[in-house]
T-cell receptor, first 110, second 117 residues
Framework: QKEVEQNSGPLSVPEGAIASLNCTYSDRVSQSFFWYRQYSGKSPELIMS????GDKEDGRFTAQLNKASQYVSLLIRDSQPSDSATYLCAVNLGYSTLTFGKGTMLLVSP | GAVVSQHPSWVICKSGTSVKIECRSLDFQATTMFWYRQFPKQSLMLMATSNEGSKATYEQGVEKDKFLINHASLTLSTLTVTSAHPEDSSFYIC?????????????FGNGTRLTVT
């Protein structure tokens, strides 16, 4: 069974700290990886995509991909209370749509 | 770009009635759209894949006669919850891929919160 796994959390960090969110996936041939943020009661919004090994930075967000280890992570620098949300990892596992992890809840305390 | 519009954003209906939810891709054509359901504090659950001009593909356990999907054009898919019951109360979200390539992300509509009384 192909799948995407995330720790459900909550991950609690103080304001200003770095939040590190992790995701593992089961299919070695996956080529595209995405991070979505979902606020409570809202639909998911795309925040990062990454397709090749290494780091990709966008503002305070850095996505890291290691295909050999089948591992993708999201770092949030200078975490803010407004970053408190559930973060969903999504991977193209060859199905018609993306496969989502169950999400990690992030809580940033002031 | 890649805006998916969903309407209505919330709806309250009485048990036994039907509710239609619309999903539109505003600035791209979507041959395939996806319908998700999410109960409070739970993860996204894919209900069905909506294909333009053909029948939808439903996930295991989703009743196709209860959740009617129509994808009549490249920019519009509709989900009709027929004979709704309180247990159908949930957050319904549509999404679409901007292309069929493996690098295409999913873009989500804002969701529809359905409450059946």
């Amino acid at each position: 069974q192909k799948e995407v796994e995330q720790n459900s959390g909550p991950l609690s960090v103080p304001e200003g700290a770095i939040a590190s969110l992790n995701c593992t996936y089961s299919d070695r041939v996956s080529q595209s990886f995405f991070w979505y943020r979902q606020y409570s009661g809202k639909s998911p919004e795309l925040i990062m995509s990454i397709y090749s090994n290494g780091d990709k930075e966008d503002g305070r967000f850095t996505a890291q991909l290691n295909k050999a280890s089948q591992y993708v992570s999201l770092l949030i620098r200078d975490s803010q209370p407004s970053d408190s949300a559930t973060y969903l990892c999504a991977v193209n596992l060859g199905y018609s749509t993306l496969t989502f992890g169950k999400g990690t809840m992030l809580l940033v305390s002031p | 770009g890649a805006v998916v519009s969903q309407h209505p954003s919330w709806v309250i209906c009485k048990s036994g009635t039907s509710v239609k939810i619309e999903c539109r891709s505003l600035d791209f054509q979507a041959t395939t759209m996806f319908w998700y359901r999410q109960f409070p504090k739970q993860s996204l659950m894919l209900m069905a894949t909506s294909n333009e001009g053909s029948k939808a593909t439903y996930e295991q356990g989703v009743e196709k006669d209860k959740f009617l999907i129509n994808h009549a054009s490249l920019t519009l898919s509709t989900l009709t919850v027929t004979s709704a019951h309180p247990e159908d109360s949930s957050f319904y979200i549509c999404s679409a891929l901007t292309s069929t390539g493996t690098n295409s992300p999913l873009h989500f509509g804002n969701g529809t919160r359905l409450t059946v009384t």
